[in-house]
Every structure is written in structure tokens, then in C-alpha cells.
């Protein structure tokens, strides 16, 4: 309830009738005030008029008056600024730390709010705003999408600054672990991560220049060289398969020479994987990345075009793998490039992100656009989640409208956040207008 009436508040939805404090005095509301996410009152500088004096303050707001002094605002100086008590129940008097009694106001929520809410929160259908998505104004749509786009940028740089971190500070190492995550393709993400926090890029260095030690220590850091952890199936063709007795012996040399330990083989997920997404075959594409120089965020940031980025990013397997999809079960040749949609996603996902993730590290608003540029340039992505939207009623014309979307979806529609939403606000709004015959 407390959280309809905040935004009840915040949005002005209430009662035509006039407004009074508990105490009989005429309220007006001349601005509801910032809303506050952090510790404090709920509202900051708003400004309201009771009994015709204007009072510049706070709003604090709570489904019971009493929950004042439950919480401790009656012993809290940062509530002696609240200039109106905003509640559904006044079923107390409240003061503050100075002993000043607080004006309150009982405001009730609007029985359509109610009710727009409680269809958000429990319709089966999604998105649950599907009913007002086709007529929604193009400039609210578009402005939305700008500000979910840079959400998304946003939080996508939180999590490389958190791999920078990790890394001892250096960007260059949270780019390899950023792309490498991607090279997982949502199913094995997450070991893709863990693989490439794992890759001493130090000691990988100095034997840069040998695809195969490269690749030796890619595989056996992944634990792809461990039999003991290959289903049956696998272990008897890799134990008679020469290469990977070459890799398995050149990686227990380098393991001892760096004293590395791998990760463990099992977090590695291969149930409905189609042969080209193994994790054999995108490593392989790392180390003929990484051998060949082009993997890298100098490389990256002197990127201009999403072209650029392409042939910067374009790889395929070393010779081995061109003919196998696992140690020892061969496949008919094939070098095994990144597809083009691949090689999209990658871009999307990888190279974009860190551009604009860099340009913020070094204050530099010319990465950042260009980011955004090429978020723009590129189609959307095509996946259930973009086609759901589409089949609304919204034009998804570009990878940046996408990538919006995929935000909105995660951090809104999956949450039922529904409030925080513009397109929830037009819903509520619509209501509001429909009702009150405006």
C-alpha cells in the first residue's frame, strides 16, 4: 500500500476534492518534491501550502501514522525538515526529535489505481501493460528507450569496472574476461567468466607468439584437459588422440612453469549445445584471437566503425579443431568462423559496452557516443524477448532499441516494477484521465 501511495503522491493522482491535514487545515500542492531512493524522508524540497502558508520541506509517507515513531523518526533530526505526514491511516499523532508536532494528511489511494495496480502485478499475459503499448506516444517511447538504453550501458559498466577490479586495476585483462563471458552465449556464460578470471594474461604472454602453448594453456585452464572429468563417451577418444596428448603434456610443462591450478571441468554445460558452441571450439577461437594480437582494448578503442570492429573481432579455430568438435571425434572440415550473427552479438555485447565503459574510466565523451552511434547503426537483435515487444505493437528499428527492451524486460517486467515504468505511468495516467473523463 505505502508504495501506491508514493506514487500516488509522486504523480498527483488524487482526489479532486480539496485536500485538508488531520486537523481540518486546507492542503495545496504546489510540487511534490524529489523522491528520495536513499535513508531519509521519502520526498525532498517539496513545496506545500497549508492553511495558505507556503512550507518548503520534506514529505515523509507511511501506511499508519504510527509507523513514525516505530521507525524512529520521533529520535531522528533528518525528519525535523518534514513539513507533511503523508499517510492511508492516521491512527496516531507524530512530533518530531524537537518535540514539533508534524502536520499529517490522510491520502486515500484511488479506487482505479487500485485496481490498474492490482492488473499489473497478476495478469498472466506479458508484458501486462500489452493493452496501451500500440497507442503510446512516439516521443514517450523514444525517450524511454534512451533512458533504458543507458541503463543498460550502465549497468554493463558496473560489472567491468568490478572485473577490472578483480584484475588488479587493469582494463586489458577485465576486456578478455568481458569478451570471453559473451563467448558464452548465455548457456555457459558464467564459466566462460569464471575460465577467464582463471587466464593468467601475464604468463599467457610470453608465449603469445606459439597458437599452440596458447592453446594448451586455454584448454588446460578450462580443465578440458582433465580426463577423469570427461563423460565416458569423450575420455576414451581423447585418451588416444595425439593432439590432445601433445596440448595435455605442453600444459602440464606450462602449469609447472607458472604454478597454475585449472578450474574445475564440470561447471562447463554441453546438454542441447548444438557441436559449434562447445566450449573446445569458442576457446579455440580465443587463442586464435589472442595469437594473432587483435584481442585487445587499445585495439578496440581505435575502432571507428562497427566494420572496424568486425574484422578486429573476426576469428576462427586453429587446424585441429577444424576438424573436430571434441578431442578425438572428428567432423567434417570446416574452419569454423564466427557466424555473422554471432560476431553481432559479440559486438553488442562485448565491444560497444566496453567503449562505453572505457570512456567513462577515462572521462573521454567521444568513446561514449560512438558507442551509442554504433548501438544505432546495427540491427536489433532477434530473440523471443524483442519479438514479444514487436508482437505489442512497438518498432524495434535498431540494436539500441533492443538492448532497451532487454533492459526493460529484466529489470522492470521480470520484477514487476511496474511503478518505476514509464510505460506503467502512461498505463496508470491513461486510467487516471479515462476515469476522471478528461
Known amino acids: 500500500m505505502e508504495q501506491l501511495l508514493h506514487y500516488v503522491w509522486k504523480h498527483r493522482l488524487v482526489k479532486t476534492e480539496a485536500l485538508t491535514t ?85 491520502l486515500g489511494v484511488p479506487k482505479y489505481v487500485t485496481d490498474n495496480y492490482h492488473e499489473l502485478m497478476t495478469t498472466e499475459r506479458f508484458p501486462p501493460c500489452y493493452r496501451i503499448v500500440p497507442g503510446l506516444n512516439g516521443i514517450t517511447v523514444s525517450s524511454w528507450m534512451a533512458a533504458l538504453q543507458t541503463e543498460r550501458l550502465e549497468r554493463k559498466t558496473a560489472d567491468i569496472r568490478r572485473r577490472a577490479e578483480l584484475k588488479g586495476g587493469s582494463w586489458e585483462d577485465a576486456c578478455f574476461v568481458t569478451l570471453a563471458r559473451n563467448y558464452g552465449f548465455g548457456i555457459n556464460g558464467d564459466a566462460f567468466e569464471q575460465w577467464a578470471m582463471n587466464v593468467p594474461l601475464h604468463a599467457v604472454a610470453h608465449h603469445r607468439d606459439d597458437i ?55 561447471l562447463w ?28 582494448l587499445r585495439a578496440l578503442a581505435e575502432c571507428n566503425t562497427v566494420a572496424d570492429i568486425e574484422r578486429l573481432l573476426d576469428t576462427h579455430v586453429t587446424p585441429y579443431w577444424e576438424t573436430h568438435y ?34 567513462r574510466h577515462i572521462s573521454d565523451d567521444s568513446l561514449c557516443n560512438r558507442a551509442f552511434e554504433m548501438l544505432e547503426s546495427l540491427k536489433p537483435e532477434n530473440n523471443n524477448i524483442i519479438r514479444m515487444w514487436r508482437e505489442c505493437g512497438l518498432n524495434v528499428r ?41
Not at 605442453?250 to 602449469?255: Q, R
Not at 560476431?343 to 567503449?355: D, E, G, S
Open 269 to 296: 554445460r554441453f546438454l542441447r549445445l548444438r557441436p559449434q558452441n562447445f566450449p573446445h571450439i569458442r576457446i579455440s577461437q580465443l587463442a586464435n584471437l589472442y595469437h594473432s594480437g587483435r584481442m585487445g
Open 398 to 438: 535498431s540494436a539500441g532499441d533492443s538492448q532497451a527492451l532487454l533492459q526493460l524486460k529484466n529489470e522492470y517486467c521480470d520484477k514487476r516494477d511496474c511503478l518505476r515504468c514509464r510505460i506503467g505511468y502512461e498505463y496508470m495516467k491513461t486510467a487516471f484521465l479515462r476515469k476522471a473523463g478528461q
Open 22 to 106: 488531520t486537523d481540518g487545515r486546507e492542503v495545496e500542492i504546489i510540487d511534490p518534491g524529489l523522491h528520495n531512493h536513499n535513508a531519509g524522508p521519502d520526498f525532498f524540497n517539496a513545496k506545500i501550502k497549508i492553511a495558505g502558508t507556503l512550507w518548503v520541506g520534506n514529505v515523509e509517507i507511511h501506511d499508519k501514522a504510527s509507523q513514525w515513531v516505530m521507525h524512529g523518526h520521533h529520535r531522528d533530526c533528518s525528519y525535523d525538515n518534514v513539513v507533511l505526514h503523508v499517510v492511508a491511516d492516521n491512527d496516531a499523532e507524530v512530533a518530531d526529535s524537537q518535540g514539533r508536532v508534524v502536520p499529517q494528511m490522510v
Open 212 to 266: 599452440f602453448q596458447v592453446e594448451a594453456l586455454f584448454m588446460g585452464q578450462a580443465g578440458l584437459l582433465d580426463t577423469e572429468a570427461l563423460p565416458q563417451k569423450y575420455r576414451d577418444n581423447a585418451l588416444n588422440d595425439d593432439y590432445y596428448k601433445r596440448l595435455s603434456a605442453e600444459y602440464t610443462f606450462l602449469a609447472h612453469k607458472f604454478s597454475l591450478t585449472p578450474m574445475d571441468r564440470k
Open 326 to 359: 571434441a578431442f578425438g571425434v572428428q567432423s567434417t572440415r570446416n574452419d569454423k568462423h564466427l557466424s555473422a550473427a554471432s560476431l553481432n552479438l559479440i559486438v553488442i555485447n562485448t565491444a560497444i559496452p566496453m567503449l562505453f565503459a572505457y570512456g
